[in-house]
């Protein structure tokens, strides 16, 4: 039988819930805060996908983020079920 914490895991094809998702970035925010201040992992409502965020401690400037705002928009464009991605002309 596998030991506990592999048995109080969720299968690899169920999808986490969006509390089990926030927990989990919550515990990597711990882990990483004394090492590196400059990331950031915020989850998008819309989407439910984790944003990485890299950010000049200095400045406050985003210097690196995954996935890009333009995928961003366009998952939220495509979850809302819009086609305004392309433009048509008549």
Sequence with gaps: ???ASVRDQ???NTPLTTEQIEQTVDEIRR???PVDQNLLFTIDKETGKTIVRL???STKEILRQIPS???IAIARA??????GLIERKA
């Excluded at 495509?78 to 086609?83: D, R």
């Design 31 to 33: 882990q990483i805060q």
């Design 1 to 3: 039988m596998a030991p």
């Design 55 to 57: 950010i000049d401690s």
């Design 10 to 12: 969720p299968a690899q």
């Design 78 to 83: 495509l979850g809302k079920g819009q086609s």
């Design 69 to 71: 705002e333009e995928l």
